[in-house]
């Protein structure tokens, strides 16, 4: 037997079940993961949470929790070439990733499992795959550009913490919301910080007073009424959190329209020291209503990881 996260029922954290569940083993295309952090995004909880999300991503019921995750593959199919026993990985398993073991199907078409380069922590790995990935696509959509200023709405969370220093990386000027209490992370992370709230639109006026060039809302719709309002085109505005149609007809994006090696290119930035990836707080897998609690509050600044034991990690 081996334990995961599972829930029965949706609802608020309380549903969240550490469970003994039968081993999972690696098919001939397949290969098995010990897992040992996995990475909580606001996506999580918004599964276990609403019966209709969930459907939207064929999550149905008894169900498991969690999507990104890292550690050490222990069995590999026969079919499988490009992973060994004992490779270092990270990736994606909807539904599945705060568990002892996943068992993941090995695609070069729709890569969900990635090698870990020397010297990123698994507790790092663990957080990069969902928030990584949307925040590149809420950039490339827009092209955010060196020389150019662009406006993050929601710059304090494990999206924004990754937009924010890919912007920068891309030689832009960054000005960011979040609550004041999130100023001193958000300058940390090179971002000019402004409180959200009416009187935005003149705050931001205050940072860029020849104008701002693009703008991502990481959170609610505010980010786009200001960006409209400050005279920026649709086009060089992108939202994560305004569902398939938002308003003003500017892009809705998300991590499946990350610009190719994105993933890559941040590792890269993390092993040089150009990208750092703060982590909140860890909660080994007991804990998990308390992380996911947490995580809801919507005031965490960085990443929130759920670790296994301590040997893995």
């Keep these: 037997m081996s334990r995961a996260i599972m829930y029965t029922s949706f609802g608020g ?3 969240l079940e550490l469970q003994d569940i039968p081993e999972p083993h690696a098919g001939p295309d397949e290969v098995r993961v010990r897992v040992a952090a996995a990475g909580l995004n606001p996506m999580d909880w918004k599964l276990s949470s609403n019966p209709d999300v969930a459907a939207r991503f ?14 050490t ?22 539904g599945r990733a705060v568990a002892d073991y996943i068992v993941l199907k090995v695609s070069s078409t729709e890569p969900q499992l990635y090698h870990t380069p020397s010297g990123i922590p698994d507790v790092i790995a663990s957080a990069l795959p969902v928030a ?52 001193d992370y958000l300058r940390t992370l090179g971002a000019l910080p402004v409180t ?63 610009s190719p090696g994105a993933l890559e290119r941040i590792t890269d930035a993390i092993r040089s020291g150009k990208l750092t990836v703060p982590i909140a707080a860890t909660f080994p897998i007991e804990r998990t209503r308390e992380a996911v609690t947490l995580q809801c509050g919507g005031h965490v600044h960085g990443k929130v990881v759920i670790t296994l034991s301590e040997k893995d990690r």
């Design 196 to 258: 959200y709230g009416p009187g935005l639109a003149d705050r931001v006026r205050q940072f860029a007073p020849h104008g701002v060039d693009a703008a991502t809302a990481l959170v609610g719709t505010e980010t786009i009424d200001v960006a409209l309002a400050l005279g920026i085109s649709p086009a060089r505005i992108s939202t994560i959190a305004a569902g398939p149609n938002p308003p003003g007809g500017v892009h809705a994006t998300g991590g499946a329209q990350a």
């Design 132 to 183: 990584g990935l949307t925040a590149d696509a809420a950039l490339s959509v827009i092209g955010v550009k060196s020389g150019e200023t662009v406006l993050i709405g929601g710059a304090a969370g494990g999206v924004g913490t990754f937009a924010v220093q890919l912007a920068k990386l891309a030689g832009a000027t960054v000005i960011g919301t979040g609550s004041e209490d999130s100023f």
């Design 73 to 94: 593959i222990d069995e590999v199919g026969s079919h499988v070439k490009d992973f060994s026993i004992g490779d270092r990985v990270f990736g994606g398993a909807l």
């Design 13 to 15: 954290p309380d549903v």
């Design 58 to 71: 064929g999550i149905t019921l008894p169900a498991g929790f969690g999507h990104d995750f890292a550690g």
